[in-house]
């Protein structure tokens, strides 16, 4: 097929017709952003009033100055399964582990368990967080005692003791 109009040309009007196309994508996409803004300015407002009259409240119960109270924002869950499905599996491992177990050992068991992701620095720490911590709380309940460091790795060696009182599901 013969280019009758020259290469320049042709190039100059495969640039205009993609770059029409994305101004049409743009177009249609700051309508819905446009749309959008709309939506959160008067979610804001509503929010912002709301505020004002929780404060009013505020102020005639108590001395407490409202200014003074600090914002939160709710977050999502990060985990897809079910509340304390974590805990309870933890609390498993380490009661049907019926010894020692160490860290490392246990943080291996719930990234396979849970499909916890490993591939950065950021997502190992928080996989090991997510084992250490629960670890803590029942150390203060009492659940489990901290053995003296394995004496190769100088890691972590937790133990269950059976002076927790509380369910297996809501530790």
Known sequence: MANYVGIRLSRLIKERAY????????????????KEAAQCSKDLKRSEARVVELDRMIATASTIDPADIKSIRSTPRQSDGKHGSFRKELIRV???????????????????????????????????????????????????????????????????????????GDA
């Not at 770059?19 to 446009?34: I, M, P, V, W």
């Open 19 to 34: 770059t029409a196309g994305r101004c049409t994508q743009l177009n249609s996409k700051l309508s819905e952003l446009k």
């Open 94 to 168: 380490l009661k049907e582990a019926g010894g020692p177990v160490k860290v490392s050992d246990l943080i291996t068991h719930m990234v396979a368990t849970f499909n916890l992701p490993m591939s950065t620095s950021s997502e190992r720490t928080r996989a090991r967080d997510l084992v250490r911590r629960p670890l803590n709380v029942f150390k203060t309940y009492g659940a489990v005692i901290r053995m003296p460091s394995h004496p190769e790795t100088l890691e972590g060696v937790w133990c269950w003791t059976d002076n927790y009182a509380g369910d297996d």
